[in-house]
């Protein structure tokens, strides 16, 4: 499986822009770029994916590279509920019966 | 939007008791549940994958004797962990994933065990 690689932590102010970066240099061409958020003591929650155009939800949006080789979750102005851990996962175009591997993530703080 | 809903959210049990917890899609049918489980300050571990009607498939190292998983229908899948001991305590947390693809998580399990 391509490995993402993303910091292992950042700080935002609230109410400021926040971008997340995320590596993925061995990505194939199939392969979906997918973001999870995971609350403290909670189970992980979709962002927000992507295969090779930017995108939006109300959530956040998603810039992909053009060579595809690394992409960046912008948060448009966090608050304090944005902090979590957001993980950036490569998946197979179809998602039936492969499981999401999470890597180590980025802990996002955000400040007051 | 799809709804996994997982119970209990916390349980301590004695060592050597066994604990089942439940995950339920309420709003889809999945067909494919994982089941992860995390420790404290790590990342989220794949245990097993399970098919509706089939037989689990383990990851390395996991007991398939300790960790029973069943998912006997579209809607419920449970994994019991058997003769639990204080290294099993962790975060349990199942996915279910259905026929158009998607993974949504359940709220997770916080199992001590003493």
């Known amino acids: 499986d391509a490995k993402t690689t993303q910091p292992n932590s950042m700080e935002s102010n609230e109410e400021e822009p926040v971008h997340l970066p995320c590596n993925h240099s061995?990505?194939?061409?199939?392969?979906?770029i997918h973001w999870y958020r995971q609350l403290p003591s909670q189970g992980p929650e979709y962002v927000i994916h992507?295969?090779?155009s930017n995108v939006n939800n109300r959530m956040a949006s998603l810039a992909i590279a053009e060579d595809r080789k690394s992409s960046t979750l912008i948060l448009h102005r966090a608050t304090l509920r944005d902090a979590a851990v957001y993980y950036c996962?490569?998946?197979?175009?179809?998602?039936?019966?492969?499981?999401?591997?999470f890597g180590k993530g980025t802990s996002l703080l955000v400040t007051p | 939007g799809a709804v996994v809903s997982q119970h209990p959210s916390w349980v301590i049990c004695k060592s050597g008791t066994s604990v089942k917890i439940e995950c339920r899609s309420l709003?889809?049918?999945?067909?494919?549940m994982f089941w992860y489980r995390q420790f404290p300050k790590q990342s989220l571990m794949l245990m097993a994958t399970?098919?509706?009607?089939?037989?689990?498939?383990?990851e390395q190292g996991v007991e398939k004797d300790k960790f029973l998983i069943n998912h006997a229908s579209l809607t419920l899948s449970t994994l019991t962990v058997t003769s639990a001991h204080p290294e099993d305590s962790s975060f349990y947390i199942c996915?279910?994933?259905?026929?158009?693809?998607?993974?949504?998580f359940g709220s997770g399990t916080r199992l001590t065990v003493v």
């Open positions: 996915s279910g994933s259905g026929v158009d693809g998607g993974y949504t």
């Open positions: 399970s098919n509706e009607g089939s037989k689990a498939t383990y």
């Open positions: 709003d889809f049918q999945a067909t494919t």
């Open positions: 061995t990505i194939s061409g199939t392969d979906y």
């Open positions: 996962i490569l998946t197979k175009n179809s998602n039936s019966g492969y499981a999401l591997n």
């Open positions: 992507g295969l090779t």
